[in-house]
């Protein structure tokens, strides 16, 4: 990890959406506070142990400085803590209700992308029914 970043975003190279994801924190990180790692880079692969590149595998993970793992709606938060834009707004983490509110979507998100296809939104053609697209025909 370089000395000015804060966490380590892991983020798996054959997923569009993680790409997206990345990509966006990328943009949104201009202090350059957060390492963004590719899952089959040689040196991440070394470090973590089988259990933790199959977690890191299974959902959104970020490493803090000290190397504790943050998985799920909890690298959601630290994310969120270390971001710019988002900083100012981590306090809504403490409200009531807003935990598993923001835990439900994320789930939802993480189920899709486990799906064997991608959502539409990732690239996969939209293919109309056999039945739908033979209606109107003569």
Known sequence: M????RIQLLYDPEC???????????????????ARIRLDDAELL??????QLEAA????????RLGNHHHGIHALRRLTDVLPGLRRVSWA??????TPIISGVYHAVNRR??????????GQKWMPSMKRSRRGRG
Not at 46 to 51: D, S
Not at 57 to 64: F, P, R
Not at 93 to 98: I, M, Q, T
């Open 57 to 64: 595998q299974a959902e959104l993970t970020v490493i803090d």
């Open 16 to 34: 569009p959406l993680c790409m997206q994801f990345q990509e966006t924190v990328g943009g949104w990180d201009r202090d350059g506070l957060i």
């Open 46 to 51: 070394a470090r973590l142990t089988p259990e």
């Open 2 to 5: 370089s000395t000015t970043s």
């Open 93 to 98: 983490y403490r409200l009531p209700g807003v």
């Open 113 to 122: 992308r486990r799906k064997d296809g991608p959502c539409l939104s990732c």
